[in-house]
């Protein structure tokens, strides 16, 4: 995987790490990958602010959130794969509801939860059984193929 493309077709190079003050996230299975200037994506009430929810809102990558973000469903799981130490802490709220979640692993949150705390390179996995192909509207982003 040496390249992909952001939302403004600006290649990313993965084959090196972001600039300082960037923030990458990579979103699999699609292998989406975004880039932005740490704390310049605009927050419009998708989980909490700077969130991989909110990332994923920004740049049009489709994250299912049934509850529209505020911690009371467990649509937004994922595995974390890459990143873990430069996000928020989990807090109870999250905690409780992760406990509800299928296959709950050790690198699980809950993409409107969790708050990417610094810039850096991010890789998330959204769980297939998580991945929900027809939710009022949205386009079919995923195939079984991926």
């Given amino acids: 995987m040496a390249q992909t493309t952001t939302e403004t077709a600006k290649p990313v190079d993965l084959t090196k790490p972001p600039a300082a003050g960037v923030v990458r996230v990579t979103f699999l299975p699609e292998n989406r990958t975004v880039e932005f200037d740490y704390g310049t994506i605009p927050y419009d009430h998708h989980g909490k602010p700077m969130s991989f929810l909110d990332v994923a809102e920004n ?3 489709f994250l299912d959130h049934a509850c529209g973000g505020s911690c009371a469903c467990t649509t937004c799981h994922l595995w974390i794969k890459e990143g873990a130490a430069g996000l928020s802490e989990p807090d109870d709220d999250e905690l ?3 406990e ?10 809950l993409g409107c939860q969790a708050v990417i705390t610094r810039p850096g390179s991010y890789v ?3 769980p297939k059984w998580n991945r929900n192909y027809v939710s009022e509207g ?3 982003t995923l195939t079984e193929n991926k």
Avoid: M
Wanted: glycine share 4%; no cysteine.
């Fill in 59 to 61: 740049f049009g990558i």
């Fill in 124 to 126: 998330v996995e959204i």
């Fill in 138 to 140: 949205k386009p079919l």
């Fill in 100 to 109: 509800t979640a299928a296959d709950v692993q050790l690198n699980s949150r």
């Fill in 96 to 98: 409780d509801r992760i």
